[in-house]
């Protein structure tokens, strides 16, 4: 009796609507138009970053894009903490992207969203190591704000899949 209700509950979940994003692996409908989004030029080191986390995650430069992403950043550093000899102890980087997925042969923008995140920082007595941690935190900021464009990119191409 103990082990009915777990059998039960695995013969429900077939019913249940679920399928896996990139079912059919590279050769499926979400991995396939993915790599159908060109990503425009975003200035800056930060921008520079975020692209390249696109572009490798999305599968590389397209040939015959079908959509053009265009991002806007905002890149944060703020100081906080401070001691009594006015120095900060604590900074916190935040990265923000609106990015928006235009479709090509139309025009139209299809998708319109935003990503973000943040790290806080110690700021030591070292200059160096400071500005170290402050580079590290934006390459790791920009493959967080990446990951999060990607996800909502590949929800909305499924949304628009092949039967729906």
């Not at 935040?94 to 235009?102: D, K, N, Q």
């Not at 025009?107 to 319109?112: F, H, N, P, S, Y």
């Amino acid at each position: 009796m103990k082990h009915a209700l777990p059998l039960l509950l695995m013969l429900a979940l077939p019913g249940c609507g679920l399928q896996p994003m990139y079912a059919g692996g590279s050769s499926g409908h979400a991995a396939t138009q993915l790599r159908m989004i060109q990503v425009a030029a975003i200035p800056e080191r930060a921008g520079w970053l975020v692209r390249n986390a696109l572009v490798d995650r999305l599968g590389g430069e397209p040939a015959g894009p079908a959509y053009r992403l265009e991002v806007e950043l905002d890149d944060d550093l703020t100081a906080f903490g401070i001691r009594g000899d006015s120095g900060a102890t604590r900074e916190r980087r935040t990265l923000r992207a609106r990015y928006r997925l235009v479709e090509l042969s139309s025009g139209l923008v299809v998708l319109d969203a935003t990503a973000g995140s943040d790290a806080g920082i110690d700021v030591v007595s070292s200059e160096y190591a400071t500005v170290a941690a402050e580079q590290t935190a934006q390459e790791r900021l920009a493959t967080v704000v990446a990951d999060q464009m990607v996800a909502r990119l590949a929800l909305f191409v499924r949304s628009r899949g092949p039967g729906r």
